[in-house]
């Protein structure tokens, strides 16, 4: 296993210039011109990082992105609310910089007492962010002495800001980062038996190779959501008018049906439309008509793979089990996310949509680890190498 560079590998950090890449990208939406943040889960998860800094008297520069601004103007995506907000948490005032050009962002920095709060604005406001530019990496590590990478949510963006500016600067993972990049690979190395995977959603492309890897390493391996009709289809086997990736049919086949450590539904819910639907049925999986549109997993497959995740002592979970955001298609999320609540000491989910059903249903405090990663989180546990983090181990 290598070995992350943390945060306690550096013995002095008083006075010290720390830039902090955390993930700020909360939900919003806006009403009557003004932005409103749904949720704060992800400013709450890096308070404990920020408060070790003040403690250890650095002077802390915080970089994050929201959204996909088109460009600079797009003010709903500023990171102001953000900053507003982080300041009613941690009952201090930040340092809120609009333009990381500006000409006095060094002065303003120099001036920054130890242990209080910078933050810039939208790192995606700039062009050269996303492109990983070498140049704007450099300048932003000219910002700081040290490197903390303590967004695990984007580790799997070679962006300038989460892996160039590690070129340039001495980095280490902060505590956040650590802590996910622990847990999770305890999964990968060690995990506790049974095992059972869980993933759902809507694309097979982008959770075949994850696919592939818990059938190596997990003793079950459960596959619910849209996802499923790619998977079924590719094997000839009728789903209606549901949504498919034929681009990956043939690597789908080369997954058998009857793979030993593989549960599938037996039955679905089925419908004649997903906005307005007037028939809604429960079929068994090889009884799908021409123009029905699979929106769930049936009672039966709920009941057979709830009891899996009951017996399992490590339960890893991605991805709703439908389209669980209209009630009458939630169930089988509902029943899946209930089952891994009983068995919550066990269990850890990511993923936006699945964090969203088992909090919808109060049932977060029950889970033993939530991941702020979504595509991270599949990424790393597929094996990939994460840009974000490759240069922080020893």
């Known amino acids: ?67 996909r601004p088109e460009s600079s103007h797009d003010h709903f995506l500023s990171l102001y609310p953000i900053v507003r907000r982080l300041e009613k948490i941690l009952k201090e005032k930040i340092d809120f910089v609009y333009d990381v050009f500006e000409m006095e962002i060094k002065e303003r920095i120099d001036k920054l007492p130890a242990g209080k709060i910078m933050m810039i604005e939208n790192i995606r406001f700039f ?40 070129h340039f600067l001495p ?3 902060g505590p956040l980062l650590e802590k996910e990049v622990t847990v999770l690979s305890s999964i990968i190395e060690k995990p506790k038996r049974p095992f059972v995977a869980i993933l759902g959603g809507a694309k097979i492309s982008t959770k075949l190779g994850l696919v592939k890897k818990m059938l190596e390493i997990a003793d079950k391996v459960i596959l619910g ?17 549901s949504k498919i990736e034929k681009d990956f049919f043939e690597q789908a086949s080369q997954i058998p049906l009857n793979h030993p450590k593989l549960l599938l539904p037996v039955d679905a819910v089925a419908a004649d439309s997903l906005e307005n639907p007037k028939i809604i049925s429960v079929k068994k999986v090889d009884n799908i008509g021409s123009s029905d549109i699979i929106t769930d997993i049936g009672p039966k497959t709920a009941e057979i793979f709830a009891s899996e995740i009951l017996k399992a002592k490590q339960i890893v979970w991605n991805g709703p089990m439908g389209f669980y955001e209209n009630q009458e298609f939630g169930k089988g999320t ?24 088992v909090r919808d249903l109060k049932l977060d405090s029950k889970i033993a680890f939530i991941s702020t990663g979504g595509g991270a989180m599949l990424e790393f546990l597929e094996g990939k190498e994460l840009p974000g983090i490759n240069n922080l181990y020893k």
Do not use: C
């Not at 909360?26 to 943040?37: A, D, L, Q, R, T």
């Not at 300048?139 to 300038?160: C, E, I, K, P, S």
């Open 225 to 241: 959501g849209a996802l499923t009709n790619t998977f079924f289809a590719a094997h000839g086997i009728q789903v209606g008018a």
């Open 171 to 173: 980095s280490v993972a």
């Open 334 to 357: 509902k029943a899946i996310a209930q089952a891994v609540a009983k068995n919550g000491k066990n269990a850890i989910i990511g993923g936006g949509e699945t964090i969203d059903a």
């Open 1 to 67: 296993m290598k070995t992350l560079k943390t945060v306690n590998s550096i013995k002095n950090w008083t006075g010290k210039r720390v830039i902090i890449r955390e993930d700020f990208n909360v939900p919003i939406k806006v009403k009557e011109g003004k932005v409103e943040i749904l949720d704060d889960e992800r400013l709450l998860a890096a308070v404990p990082t920020i408060k070790w800094f003040k403690k250890q008297k650095a002077r802390i520069i915080l970089i994050s992105h929201l959204g």
């Open 127 to 166: 062009s050269e962010e996303e492109a990983d530019d070498p140049k704007f990496s450099k300048y932003l590590a000219g910002l700081g002495d040290y490197f903390v990478m303590d967004a695990f949510a984007t580790a799997h963006r070679d962006d300038a800001s989460t892996e160039g500016i590690s």
